[in-house]
């Protein structure tokens, strides 16, 4: 009985209709927000400021005390000022013995101080219960309903209690806590909010050295040598056709490093007959950016398609169909349709749309409201079995459109093949190791690994 009231207890804020008054110590931006939200959930909030006088931007019903006063009103007291201005807590010391202090403040860069400042506040207050919470929502949030931004609220501390106090507001306020342990998770959690993108950055870096390297190829091959060997100006370009070709070439090696750490990791496994030792460092990091990059690769294809809708509509293209029609009647010869011709034009057509059609699905189950609704198995059978196919139909859809081309003479200008033919080279090879990974030799004791058995067990560790 007491195992499942406690359980309820964990899961559900205090059922209590008379709430305990929440001190917040600071009336800027972010105290205000706070106040104000938690007075909406049904918390009486009192406010412990230097100066006791109201304004008009405290939240109504609220009162204002000194920071003596104001901490004799409350169990718990929300500290939402900079830990430069920490040091009046000292002579607060006593007040504040046996109550929760809730550390909501942030630094101006990663690792500023030695330790945490939910750390130094505890080290200040020794008697105080502090637990470090709130950080990594912004006053915007607040204001706004949270419903623009994460409702995750991190939360850690030394006293079970004192968490569990402040878990049940977080609730109240229609925040999800996040139990992060013990207060030696507090820089972490500081450190958090001024991460920027770093899920995103080795994606983006690559992208961006990909993408400079891939322009300046084309640049090479369809500007320069037609200036240099046949005096012909192709500057305009760069403005459609080079964005054309980089595009659907960043897509598809994006795409195929998606899946390439997820064959290496199989090979090292296989190798090792084990599953119980650590990926290399740079696997590890590469394997948790995949969904990014993806969403990157899903953009390029994106970019690809809008830049093909408006080909027809170029004036480099009109100029060249008028030319051949022209030509054709001052001739008085029509070209037959070479239906060979046709049969490739429209499969590469087709297998464009079905890979971008499943790239939108691929990137659409990515979605963390989507993934939510599908449970382990549905999530990988898309991201696994349909993202290959994704990578199949899409060097399949290079392939055909300039197969032909690689014993071609003429493709080579300075000895340097087509852009698209260098894209397939990752791709290609992903598929092909894939291929010989699913051989019932290889797929089975593969199986048996990620199952847990173990080749060498005293190799194991």
Wanted: charged share 15%.
């Amino acid at each position: 009985m007491n195992k499942n009231s406690s359980n309820i207890m964990a899961l559900a804020p205090t059922t209590s209709n008379k709430r305990e008054t929440v001190c917040i110590f600071g009336t800027g931006d972010f105290g205000r927000a706070l106040g104000h939200k938690i007075i909406q959930s049904g918390y009486p909030v009192v406010f412990g400021s230097r100066s006791t006088q109201t304004s008009s931007l405290i939240p109504k019903g609220a009162e204002v005390l000194s920071h003596m006063e104001a901490a004799q009103k409350a169990a718990i007291i929300i500290v939402a000022i900079q830990r430069q201005h920490y040091n009046f807590l000292t002579s607060l010391a006593e007040i504040l013995r046996g109550k929760v202090l809730v550390d909501v403040s942030n630094n101006l860069k990663i690792n500023q101080y030695p330790e945490s400042n939910a750390e130094y506040l505890a080290q200040l207050v020794p008697g105080a219960r502090v637990v470090k919470a709130f950080n990594t929502v912004s006053a915007w949030a607040l204001q706004s309903g949270t419903l623009d931004a994460s409702r995750q609220v991190f939360v850690c501390g030394d006293d079970m209690e004192a968490k569990q106090m402040v878990m049940d507001i977080v609730r109240a306020l229609g925040l999800t806590p996040l139990d992060q342990g013990s207060l030696l998770a507090a820089q972490e959690i500081e450190n958090y909010p001024l991460q920027l993108f770093p899920m995103w950055k080795f994606p983006i870096l690559l992208s961006l050295g990909l993408t400079a390297f891939f322009f300046f190829y084309c640049l090479i091959r369809d500007i320069i040598y037609p200036y240099v060997y046949e005096n012909q100006d192709f500057s305009f370009f760069i403005a459609i056709s080079i964005p054309n070709r980089i595009c659907p070439i960043m897509a598809l090696i994006l795409l195929a490093l998606v899946y390439l750490p997820g064959v290496l990791a199989a090979i090292i496994q296989l190798y090792r007959g084990t599953k119980y030792r650590r990926f290399p460092d740079w696997l590890d990091k590469w394997m948790l950016c995949r969904k990014q990059l993806g969403l990157v690769a899903l953009a390029f294809a994106s970019l690809h398609v809008l830049y093909t809708l408006v080909i027809p509509i170029r004036s480099f293209v009109r100029w060249r169909i008028s030319s051949l029609t022209v030509s054709q009647a001052l001739s008085n010869k029509t070209e037959p349709l070479n239906t060979t011709n046709a049969w490739l034009s429209d499969s590469y057509l087709a297998l464009g749309i079905l890979g971008f059609f499943l790239f939108v699905l691929l990137g659409i189950t990515s979605l963390p409201s989507v993934s939510n609704n599908v449970n382990w198995r549905e999530f990988r059978f898309v991201q696994s079995k349909l993202g290959y196919l994704t990578l199949i139909f899409c060097t399949a859809h290079t392939l055909v459109y300039g197969g032909n081309r690689f014993l071609s003479s003429s493709s080579y200008r300075w000895y340097l093949p087509n852009a698209y033919m260098l894209s397939l080279i990752v791709p290609c090879i992903v598929l092909v190791v894939k291929f010989v990974l699913i051989f019932p030799c290889l797929d089975k004791p593969l199986t048996r690994i990620r199952q847990g058995w173990v080749r060498n067990p005293q190799y194991s560790e």
